[in-house]
């Protein structure tokens, strides 16, 4: 399978502050994490080489390292393997595959507004659901950010 990145930014009517509250605080964060999978949710204190885990309600997901973390300026987290049944999966020819993969957050901020740019490799097999997926996350975090 064939890895793509999807990259798409927003114009947010909020500070920098806001924003990165809407994205990484674990009680907000479900909302927009919801567009993904239902029950989505993420494990992690984003700290700069905390583990994260992405799961959702059936104890799967994604599994990952945060590898840049400049607060109201980037947060990137480079994935390592999958979570299947809860349990975490480094070895199968898929977890092999997305070895390396990421996903970044990137926040530009002016006086009245912040440009959030979220990139995010995705297999190809998943690429159009996830696109999509990403259009809906991104409107939600903007109107959290803006509330």
């Known amino acids: 399978m064939k890895i793509l990145q999807i ?14 509250t809407a994205l990484f605080d674990n009680h ?12 989505c ?3 992690t204190d984003w700290q700069l080489g905390s583990k994260v885990i992405f799961g959702d309600k059936d ?3 994604i ?3 945060i ?7 980037q947060l990137a987290i480079t994935f390592n393997g999958f979570i299947s049944n809860n349990q975490e ?25 912040t440009i959030l740019a979220i990139s995010s ?12 997926a990403w259009d809906e996350a991104l409107a939600k975090i903007k109107s959290i950010a803006e509330a």
């Open 67 to 73: 590898t840049t973390r400049n607060y109201l300026k």
């Open 28 to 39: 907000l964060n479900t909302a927009w994490l919801g567009c993904f999978s239902e029950g």
């Open 7 to 20: 990259a798409k930014q927003i114009t947010i009517n909020a500070p920098a502050e806001k924003v990165w």
């Open 41 to 43: 949710y993420a494990e």
């Open 63 to 65: 599994v990952g390292k």
């Open 59 to 61: 104890g799967n997901g």
């Open 89 to 113: 999966d480094t070895k199968s020819e898929m977890a092999k595959l997305y070895n390396g993969a990421g996903e970044s957050y990137t926040f530009t901020a002016s006086e009245n507004s």
């Open 121 to 132: 490799d995705m297999g190809a097999d998943y690429y159009e659901q996830m696109l999509a």
